[in-house]
T-cell receptor
């Protein structure tokens, strides 16, 4: 059972280049999320999706786009990378939220992105 | 001001000590509360959910105070292997959905 898989795990980009981060989950989760983690800032939500074909902005969406064409995949795109986007990116997924206790988030291993 | 606040620490404690972390949240409509553990350069992993009546898992005890909007984590008999960053997470309501919102994390260092 793979859980949540992110690719790539490491990447170095030049300013202005574009790239797509792929997140795949095999747990049939409805909700998927993209976070970035920077020193001292914790996990900040970039975009999220509550189901196939739907996306919404999180706390820090500028400079990123997302798509959820299939339930199991959630793609994060950087159209024109900037040094400020140097970070560790985590994808996560969960069952549909609400009052139920079993709505923990399962994380991928992260993507370390450096923009030079 | 972040919606979920934690003291970043670090908390530096000897083996065998008892240590407690608190986490406050701003949205009173929040549902579902969790503590995650994150090791250096790794992804966060669920440590335990936090239930309204409080819950215990071995050396770990979690409590929720809805009136004061905070959750806590108590670690008894600290081990060297407990050294990590502990993240609290709150599923906060937004647009009809409940989305995990994380604190900045509290760093714990357990020394011999």
């Amino acid at each position: 059972n793979a859980g949540v898989t992110q690719t790539p795990k490491f990447r170095v980009l030049k300013t202005g280049q574009s790239m797509t981060l792929l997140c795949a989950q095999d747990m049939n989760h409805e909700y998927m999320y993209w976070y970035r983690q920077d020193p001292g800032m914790g996990l900040r939500l970039i975009h999220y999706s509550v189901g196939e074909g739907t996306t919404a902005k999180g706390e820090v969406p500028d400079g990123y786009n997302v798509s959820r064409l299939k339930k199991q995949n959630f793609l994060l795109g950087l159209e024109s990378a900037a040094p400020s986007q140097t970070s560790v990116y985590f994808c996560a997924s969960s069952y549909k939220g609400g009052g139920a206790a079993n709505t923990e988030a399962f994380f991928g291993q992260g993507t370390r992105l450096t923009v030079v | 001001r972040k919606e979920v606040e934690q003291d970043p620490g670090p908390f530096n404690v000897p083996e065998g000590a008892t240590v407690a972390f608190n986490c406050t949240y701003s949205n009173s409509a929040s549902q579902s509360f969790f503590w995650y553990r994150q090791d250096c350069r790794k992804e966060p992993k669920l440590l335990m959910s936090v239930y309204s009546s409080g819950n215990e898992d071995g050396r770990f005890t979690a409590q929720l105070n809805r009136a004061s909007q905070y959750i806590s984590l108590l670690i008894r008999d600290s081990k060297l292997s407990d050294s990590a960053t502990y993240l609290c997470a709150v599923n906060m309501g937004t647009g009809g959905s409940y989305i995990p919102t994380f604190g900045r994390g509290t760093s714990l260092i357990v020394h011999p």
